[in-house]
């Protein structure tokens, strides 16, 4: 066990606290040995406070181990030893959270970071994985939140730090943790508790330390900012709290007054109670907003299971390897239902149905949506407990579950008493003798306070076994008994129209978004998610046929769809809106993969601001949606890199993904963990235009060479890849060559050496390559960005209109009053100021040039009207040409096409430098894209980009007669600019 490090004065403290316990201790004990080296006074004290404390006349090794025996005890049963069993404590996989980027997670305000920083010495690396015992190593942290969705295995993570810590593997270092399920604590929301009494009371095991050595541990704790005493506080699932957690109030600070529940754990919150004490709070990421930022210090991410663990699962719950095989295969299969089992409890659902429906059927449609594979989870439940019992009585049974599910949890409530059973028609004498049905869905826990009776309390097995019952109630009173039980607003004159209509599905639905919506700890968004998947009409019918019932009305669901679309225009929180898409993913709404870009890059959605867990859930929607996502274009979605980094790592699938301008080494990183990762599905990679350079590209060719990598096209057209980079490319496929079937280095300077190396793949029999793409490149292609495809234009004298004046060895045109000595030419402009390059624009092409007065630059397909005083033979003027106008007069910009001006920008680098104004043309002619930018210190400032397809070759141009027919400005020029 690690000796702590602290400072004199911090030791000394610890020192005469330790003796002051030690005489405490040896008052009690007197036939305790409990002296100790100072060197491991921490651990050893811990132990010693155990140990004495629990047993009085045995001797010190029997006692400590049947401590450590009780101790485990405690955390075991936390959890509920007889799930553990069920499930077999062998499909246990070891779970991992991730430091986040100090970003709240509700309200994207910045985390108070600066601890964890300084002590580190470095900045907090955001996506950092980090292991549950690590996590208070700090000695600066305080609080920790951890915030993950429904069944993602917050409560998993919680219990394995404390059997780590009981069974004395890990977080030694924590003398005592006390870990409250914060559901629990409703058993006594009402009462008023010592906090030690709090302890005893909701941790019967703790009853082994009197509380009066609780309390002294607690006083001196909460009279010493040292932390002498490495005390935990562990409140699990936040969001299940009924507690009014008045953040502002300010109490009695007496650690061993009796408090209200609320107001004891308001101030462990605020630190006014045990300031020293650590407390980790685990909460669904819709209720991390009761806690104010600047009561937590770090904030971690749960994410769920990686693709090897999902694997991992499945073979440790089912021990025979075959079963476990047929299962992963057939979850293989099916893209969506893959993905959704990266939250553990789906595994857990998942395994409990597909054990049961594959060996009960041939073929036929999985379970693909959350809702559909509780639907079959009831009915295999269902199933199995109709063999045993009266079948009627069991449906009977589910419907007054239900019932009482949907009643709880509109009040927040996921516990309740006998008498709440009672209500909703349940009987726990009679129904106890339906123990088989119920196990698996429903739990009892008991508390008792000193003195007093038991309390009974009950719960699903899981949270989202109390959701999805809900919306089994309100969806039955529907379409069954048609019945709207849904509390609506108080009606006012206009809500009357409402109310004759107020049992149709689209209103009960639009109650239960306005409901989810309105809830400020999101206690009704997976309920909202099952109800809305529950109205399609195959999962109506399987529901119906399960608990027997009439068939109900069928239902169109366009207009819930609609007021869905209209709620995230306008809804608060990223939270809310990535909640709204789930749901649009439950009604199969095909328009989903839209609305998700539209909210992205109209800025309701700020792509900066997500956090991480914000990005993983809309990109787990994206890839869980059945819709095919054939290119999946990065760009679409994001404009940052590290919003492209956090897609990118979530990135798993089979379309063609693009990566446009925004990789840096980071990136290839990440992406290279993509590519080589076992169930990266990933086939067409683009990364053209991305200045990688060979260090980036060595960098992904450490996936390329993975025997996991399966990349067919790899696109790689100016990225400044040079003849190393090449070689490092043809060393990957030499190590994996049977995929590869594409790679274009286009654009790039691999060299004679490097083109060699990788054509002579290309007669490999044992390559797949059979495309390789090397043309346009040289050693100007190693410039960054895009001036890699600058060309050298040239003027053609041929076409230029008798006003212009060429000089400077033809680089500089000046609009003139004199007619300028040309001969007749047919490409001659002869209405117009304008005039065209020779170059025949092909590929990619840059240029600069610099501009003064009114001028036109533009490209032109070459059969651009040359005679005459019409639009045809404007640039801008019609459907041939596109033109920027630039007048240094106004200071703007303006981009036209067919005689349309479809964007204008005012340029503040025309307004500094009248004398000399800079532009950048970038075509692709392939692509399709002309991009117009001002040039300011050598930085390039977007103003236009068009996006069409050029069906003939492109030319540039210089125009110098504007709109208006009369008027030219004398003296405006253009100067082609040498780069
Ligand atoms: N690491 C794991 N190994 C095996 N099973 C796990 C693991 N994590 C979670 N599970 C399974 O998933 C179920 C749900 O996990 P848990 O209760 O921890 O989720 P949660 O994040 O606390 O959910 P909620 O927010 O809904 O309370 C567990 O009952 C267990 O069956």
Redesign the pocket.
Known sequence: MAEQQTSPPAQTLRLSLLQRLKCFLSSIFPQADISHGAGHCVTLFSTDVMVQVAQRPQSSPTLQLSVQSRLQDVFRSARGEA?RQR?GRL?????EQFVIDGRDAQNNTLRPFRKLETETGQSAESQRPIQPCDVFQQLSIRTVLTT??????????VQ?LLLDWAEQRASQDLHLIFAFTVRELGLWREESFRLAELIHTCIPETKCIKEETLNDILTTSQNSNRGDFRLLFVF??L??SHFQLDLKTNTSLDVTKSMRVDVLLTNLIRGKLLPSARLWI?T?PAAANQIPPECIDLVTE?RG?TDPQKEE?FRKRFRDEEQASRIISHIKISRSLHIMCHI??F??ITATVLEEVLETREGGELPKTLTEMYIHFLVVQLNKAKEKYVPEKCIQYIQSLAKLAFHELLKSSTSFMEEDLRLSGINTRAASKYSGLFREIFTQVCGQREGGDQRNMFCFA???LHEFLAAVHVNISLFIYNRNVMPGPRLKVHSLLTCFNKTSATNVHKMAVNKAVQSPTGHLDVFLRFLLGLSLPTNQNHLQGALTLTAGRSQNNQKTIKYIKKKIRKSPSPEKSINLFHCLNELNDRSLVEQIQQSLRSGRLSTDKLSPAQWSALVFILLSSEEDLDVFDLKKYSASEEALLKLLTSARTQAETKVYNYLTLKSCEALSSVLSSQSSSLRHLDLSNNDLQDSGVKLLTAGLKSPLCTLETLRLSGCLVTEEGCASLASALRSNPSHLRELDLSFNHPGDAGAKLLSAGLENPFWSLDTLRLDFGGEQRLKPGVKKYTCELELDTNSAHRNLELSHNNRKVTLVTEDQSYPDHPDRFDHWPQLLCRNQLTGRCYWEVKWRGRVDIAVTYGDIRRTGNSLDCVFGGNDHSWSLRCYDFDLTYSVWHNNRKISTVYSAAAASSSSSNRVAVYVDCPAGSLSFYSVSSNKLIHLHTVNTTFTDPLYPGFGFGLETLYFFEYESSVSLCRL
Do not use: M
């Open positions: 799930e499930e499909c246990d996989v070891n779970p993950g969705v429904a069944g993602i295995g917050k409560t998993f993570l394995k699990d699932g969001d299940q685990t669904r749960v299971f699962y553990p409890v595994c857990w899981h949270l989202s």
